[in-house]
């Protein structure tokens, strides 16, 4: 038995936010953004009017329709976000609710950028220990509203954008399946990537003052991320391809999370791939956080860059530092 992705899509707001647009807002340049990132735009939600648990359900009803599955014969969710509708509780039991689900278990974890490769892994052991037949796995994030949109926040503000994408998991006679997974975690670094505030320390969580030092914003050394980042996707991707016996040759596309163009650029280098066998559509939608992955899956099976029976490896890094990769055969 393998583990079959049945369904997948993806779902970003109709709210499209250029570069132009950002120049407006604080002291930053169309030029500045694609040169460093390869961003040109990204979707910011309206505020007020939806959250990341709608996201999620569009996207999953996307990935349900195409694995012609209702809601009511899955046995499982898996929600990867950051950024939950709410802080208490988890966002799996939302979406377990909105899409009209029985009484099924509804899992939340967080790994950031990397929850959709750690979600993967997690769905597929489920399914091979036969404790469950068909999962939801949604990875999705609303960025907008948690970014300082000033000059003091500009490094991230022009990153980071919203959506949502979804799979599909079941179990599977055919030929298809998640081959193999491999995720890493180094703690050392969880301050180069974070939020300080809310924080489990302060009375109410959050303290005038975290607002007033702006510690309720995430913070990021770039350079330091984007040199983990550069050094373990390809690492892993051959710690992957070793322990499978197979070579890149063998691989038909990788899709790694969407942070920077040059990330992707570099991690095509290092592997010595040419660029069209490393997905990107960063520039389209931005860096998603935990929705990169299945939204660029979507979007590389929907022009042809891989078919039934090709190899695909995902892979990731980020906040924690988290990262790791999954081998498929679609
Ligand atoms: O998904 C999670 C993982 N995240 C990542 O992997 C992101 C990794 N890091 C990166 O992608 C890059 O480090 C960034 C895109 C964040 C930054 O690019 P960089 O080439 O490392 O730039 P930098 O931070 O070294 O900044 C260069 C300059 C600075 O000015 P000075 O000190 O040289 O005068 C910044 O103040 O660019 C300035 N700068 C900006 N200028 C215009 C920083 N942000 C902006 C901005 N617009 N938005």
Known sequence: MGTKISGFGFYVPENTVTNFDLEKKFDTSNEWIIERTGIQERRFITPNETNTSDLSVNAAKKAL????????????????TLSADHSIPGMGVIIQDKLGCKDIPAIDIRQQCSGFIYGLDLADLYIKSGRYKKILLIGAEIQSTGLNLTDEGRDLAVLFGDGAGAFILENSKDTSDIIDSILHSDGKYYKELWKESPNSTHKGRVLVEDIQNGNIYPKMNGRTV???????????????????NLTKEDITQIIPHQANFRITQMVAKRLRLPMDKVYSNIHKYGNTTAATIPIAFTEAYNEGKFKKGDLIITVSFGSGFTWGANLIKF
Do not use: G, Q, Y
């Open 65 to 80: 329709e195409m694995a012609n599955i209702a809601p009511e014969n899955l046995d499982l969710i898996i929600s990867a």
């Open 226 to 244: 984007f040199k983990h980042a550069v050094t373990k996707m390809p690492a892993v991707i051959l710690e992957l391809l070793k322990r499978n």
